[in-house]
């Protein structure tokens, strides 16, 4: 049981493309960013993170403690992530070229809306980032006078132990009669469960750092490209709604430069 209302879904769409929000449309991922500076710090994080990726711990609850740890208000968390977190260096070119070809760009991600709204309305406007589809969890505050001295996260899917169970977002478009073409980015512990279910999946790597969905696709055998910005990804995305390649051919072709390096 969901414990946050099911999105409507495109269903006129050829294509549909679904990303990960921090560390993937940003450049650097604000979760992080909160835990390392107002939290328990980045070796803490790591050790859990580490956990998640080996199948010792679950992410919701990992990423519960984590949370659990910053004891600021919610306004103050928001405006540290407003002053410090930019987006991709592609990402507006790569959103407005998909706008513009009616190729639906949805944001699914393990952090809170209001902060990822908040972010985009300081970057690209508030007009704009009304009109951009959000899939996250939401925040309580539970203070008495609720003002968001204390808070806590609400859980898209509480029941699962992703928190938000990003397949969710993207099985049911493979379930429609016409289903889409569906593409999907990210880079971390919170995509492991959206990685098998896209028709192309895009995996961030920083020069010389193996992401963590990078790291599970390797050891899991889930065919994935990798991505520096999303420059990279529309010329990928352009080629298969222009109809110059399928997916499964920018696969192969990925597959053959990475074994090459």
Request: aromatic content about 8%; hydrophobic content about 40%; overall charge negative.
């Amino acid at each position: 049981m969901s414990g946050l209302p099911r999105p409507e879904l495109h269903k006129d769409a050829k294509f549909v493309f679904l990303s990960d929000w921090d560390g993937t449309i940003t450049d650097r991922d604000s979760n992080d960013l909160l835990i390392d500076t107002l939290g328990m710090g980045p070796d803490n994080r790591r050790a859990l993170n580490g956990k998640v990726v080996t199948g010792e711990g679950n992410f919701r609850d990992s990423f519960s403690a984590m949370l659990a740890s910053i004891k600021v208000p919610f306004a103050q968390c928001t405006e540290t992530l407003r002053q410090n977190i930019r987006l991709d260096p592609g990402f507006e070119e790569f959103y407005y070229w998909c706008k513009a070809h009616g190729v639906p760009v949805i944001i699914v991600s393990s952090g809170m809306a209001p902060n990822i709204r908040a972010v985009l309305s300081h970057l690209m406007g508030e007009e704009e980032a009304a009109q951009i589809e959000i899939i996250a969890n939401d925040v309580r505050f539970t203070d008495p006078e609720g003002k968001g001295d204390e808070w806590e996260i609400v859980w898209r899917h509480p029941e699962s132990g992703f928190g938000h169970d990003k397949s969710q977002s993207i099985i049911p478009y493979r379930e429609l009669a016409q289903r889409p073409t569906i593409f999907f980015a990210g880079d971390g512990v919170s995509d492991l469960s959206a990685a098998r279910h896209a028709d192309l999946l895009f995996t961030k790597v920083a020069p010389g750092v193996d992401s963590d969905l990078l790291k599970y696709c390797k050891r899991e055998g889930i065919p994935h490209v990798r991505f520096a910005t999303f420059k990279e990804i529309l010329e990928d995305v352009k080629k298969v709604v222009e109809g110059q390649a399928t997916t499964q051919e920018i696969i192969a072709e990925a597959e053959k430069a990475e074994a090459k390096n």
